[in-house]
């Protein structure tokens, strides 16, 4: 019997970690912006830092939610940037940036409409 993986949604997805980043596709991200369409390289500012321009390759269109992966370990983001978010009707998850690109990856199987926001695996 074949087994296959159902609900592919297409889009990057990350395939492994390189050194203290993401590996998608044949490229290594330090810190790494994804949409359901793209990945980019980032340069994200200290986490206390977040605001909605760095997130905002990533709010239009908007998601059902944001994942931000914080680095080596969960880090809560700033509240105000959270509460905005959310006041735009976009949920927010936090957790450690492996289990995000590991979340990333199960939810876009699933075809959710997402964006994901990870720091670097050494921040």
């Known amino acids: 019997m074949k087994m296959a993986r159902e609900g592919q949604a297409g889009g990057p997805i990350v395939r ?3 050194g203290n980043g993401f590996r998608v596709e044949d490229t290594a991200y330090r810190a ?10 980032w340069s994200p500012p200290a ?4 605001d909605e321009a760095a997130l905002a ?4 269109p908007a998601p059902e939610f944001v994942l931000i ?8 983001p700033p509240v105000a940037r959270v509460a905005a978010l959310e006041a735009r009707g976009i949920g927010v998850e936090a957790m450690d940036s492996r289990a995000a690109a590991r979340a990333w990856g199960v939810l876009r199987s699933e075809g959710r409409r997402i964006a994901a926001a990870l720091y670097p ?3």
């Open 16 to 18: 492994g970690f390189a």
């Open 69 to 76: 992966g914080t680095g080596a370990a969960l880090v809560r």
């Open 47 to 50: 986490l206390a830092d977040l």
């Open 57 to 60: 390759p990533l709010l239009d």
């Open 32 to 41: 790494l912006l994804m949409t359901v369409e793209r990945a980019a390289d």
């Open 121 to 123: 695996l050494d921040a």
